[in-house]
């Protein structure tokens, strides 16, 4: 996808019926709609945006 320079998945959890994971994307202008389609492609759902960082530099917690 444009102007995404790095992605992070983590698996969280497992349960019966679904496995929750965790995705970290970085990159600059990122057009969080094409996100969600994508993932919805492939059988995803985004339920939460847990973080948001903006700036010249980004600070980490």
Same mark, same amino acid.
Do not use: C, F, R, Y
């Given at each position: 996808?444009? &102007? @995404?320079?790095?992605?992070?998945?983590?698996?969280? !959890? @497992? =349960?019966? &019926?679904? !496995?929750?994971?965790k995705i970290a994307i970085?990159?600059? =202008?990122? &057009? @969080?709609?094409? @996100?969600q389609e994508l993932m919805? =492609?492939?059988?995803?759902?985004?339920?939460?945006? =847990? !973080?948001?960082?903006?700036?010249?530099k980004i600070v980490t917690?």
């Open positions: 996808m444009p &102007n @995404i320079e790095g992605v992070n998945i983590s698996l969280v !959890e @497992i =349960d019966q &019926n679904t !496995e929750s994971v970085e990159g600059n =202008d990122i &057009n @969080i709609k094409q @996100i919805k =492609d492939h059988g995803a759902v985004i339920h939460s945006i =847990d !973080e948001v960082a903006v700036g010249k917690i």
